[in-house]
């Protein structure tokens, strides 16, 4: 009973923008329609928040963006911001069944070069895919029922203010600090935490005055990646974890209050936290593969090499792919992290480059531009 979308947008102006996905999430997808929306307000196109954060994910985020009910109009365009795989009960949930002809935009990010097994049944009920990423677009297009796919990335905008807090995070003054991000719902593996972990010991041993904070979420909730992890990190004396969501605007704050960010990710869709990292002027020192090399190269960020390895994810998150990931070189990247930490000039440089090309390629007004043009052009003229 779920509608069969349609290949053109409605030309009457009056009909509903929606955008539908995680906003109550502190997760990427969640964090991927907050982007969204405010990138479409911006550009004037007045989209409708529907949140589906309580029948698809935690809701552990309280956002400050106004969300309603899905609108009962016949006709409109929607962009549903979630996996493929949710695309048919999300759209069940939104009550689109087949008296009701919306256009139907299913926004994706996927971290692996092969095309998501089982993504594909939600081919039929999508009028075209918007991708995060080169990446992530270059998957989905190898699929060759694929409808047609945009590559249209995160928006992103630092809050107007933020604080420096190192205390509230229990981070001294005087130290120079890394963070580095995983979340054990995303799998451990993928973000690869561990490579980052081996490389900040090889660089700084048990130096206090340098310190790595890895930044996580659910990791309790998976007991073998909780053990993993501490059993990684040892008795160091200048490694920190913290298992916890925070607010949007905690979240901002601790990336304002570290001094570099590290991501030896093995894959990203987009490599979000990267990118606000780098909108909010901090060095960022990451892997030369996947979605974040739309906006990483050795101008803006202190890339470190890799090579290819077969996808085996111990948690699995990713199972029975025959696809490969990135194996980070840890030598090179405990060779950058020291020249981050030590070489004033090259960290400033870096993050003052990184700074003007997310501003110039991923503002709010630059992406919601984009998705405004794409909107329009889907509109079909009428005949005289």
């Known amino acids: 009973m779920i509608a069969r979308p349609p290949h053109i947008r409605s030309s009457q102006s009056d009909t509903p923008i929606v955008i539908a996905g995680l906003f109550s999430s502190a997760n990427g997808i969640g964090e991927a329609a907050r982007s969204t929306y405010r990138a479409m307000s911006q550009a004037g196109l007045n989209p409708i928040a529907v949140d589906l954060s309580a029948p698809f994910a935690p809701v552990d985020?309280?956002?400050?963006?106004?969300?309603?009910?899905?609108?009962?109009?016949?006709?409109?365009?929607?962009?549903?911001?979630?996996?493929?795989?949710?695309?048919?009960?999300?759209?069940?949930?939104?009550?689109?069944?087949?008296?009701?002809?919306?256009?139907?935009?299913?926004?994706?990010?996927?971290?692996?070069?092969?095309?998501?097994?089982?993504?594909?049944?939600?081919?039929?009920?999508?009028?075209?895919?918007?991708?995060?990423?080169?990446?992530?677009?270059?998957?989905?297009?190898?699929?060759?029922?694929?409808?047609?796919?945009?590559?249209?990335?995160?928006?992103?905008?630092?809050?107007?203010?933020?604080?420096?807090?190192?205390?509230?995070?229990?981070?001294?003054?005087?130290?120079?600090?890394?963070?580095?991000?995983?979340?054990s719902m995303s799998s451990l593996e993928r973000k690869n935490p561990f490579s980052t972990i081996r490389a900040f010991r090889s660089a700084f041993e048990t130096d206090t005055n340098h310190q790595l904070l890895v930044k996580t979420r659910n990791l309790k909730q998976n007991s073998q990646a909780y053990a993993d992890l501490n059993r990684e990190i040892g008795d160091a004396p200048n490694i920190m974890l913290m298992d916890c969501s925070l607010s949007d605007?905690?979240?901002?704050?601790?990336?304002?209050?570290?001094?570099?960010?590290?991501?030896?990710?093995?894959?990203?869709?987009?490599?979000?936290?990267?990118?606000?990292?780098?909108?909010?002027?901090?060095?960022?020192?990451?892997?030369?593969?996947?979605?974040?090399?739309?906006?990483?190269?050795?101008?803006?960020?202190?890339?470190?090499?890799?090579?290819?390895?077969?996808?085996?994810?111990?948690?699995?998150?990713?199972?029975?792919?025959?696809?490969?990931?990135?194996?980070?070189?840890?030598?090179?990247?405990?060779?950058?992290?020291?020249?981050?930490?030590h070489d004033q000039n090259y960290r400033t440089s870096l993050a003052t480059a990184a700074r003007i090309k997310i501003n110039r390629v991923g503002s709010p007004n630059a992406i919601g531009c984009a998705m405004a043009a794409r909107l329009h052009s889907l509109i079909k003229p009428i005949e005289k």
């Open 61 to 183: 985020l309280q956002t400050d963006i106004p969300c309603l009910p899905m609108p009962g109009n016949a006709e409109g365009t929607l962009i549903l911001q979630l996996n493929g795989p949710e695309t048919m009960s999300a759209l069940q949930h939104l009550g689109l069944d087949r008296k009701r002809s919306w256009y139907t935009i299913g926004y994706w990010a996927w971290e692996l070069p092969c095309f998501p097994p089982e993504w594909d049944e939600a081919f039929r009920y999508l009028s075209e895919i918007w991708a995060i990423s080169t990446f992530t677009g270059k998957a989905v297009r190898s699929h060759p029922k694929a409808p047609q796919v945009e590559v249209i990335g995160h928006a992103i905008e630092p809050p107007s203010r933020m604080i420096r807090t190192r205390s509230k995070f229990h981070l001294k003054e005087s130290d120079f600090v890394f963070l580095t991000f995983a979340d």
């Open 249 to 341: 605007q905690d979240r901002w704050n601790l990336l304002y209050s570290v001094d570099a960010i590290v991501s030896l990710h093995r894959s990203e869709g987009f490599g979000l936290t990267l990118a606000e990292a780098m909108a909010v002027g901090k060095p960022v020192i990451c892997t030369d593969w996947s979605g974040n090399m739309d906006f990483t190269d050795s101008d803006v960020a202190a890339v470190v090499q890799s090579r290819l390895v077969p996808c085996i994810d111990p948690y699995g998150i990713y199972q029975n792919l025959d696809t490969q990931w990135a194996q980070a070189d840890e030598h090179e990247a405990s060779r950058l992290m020291w020249r981050v930490a």
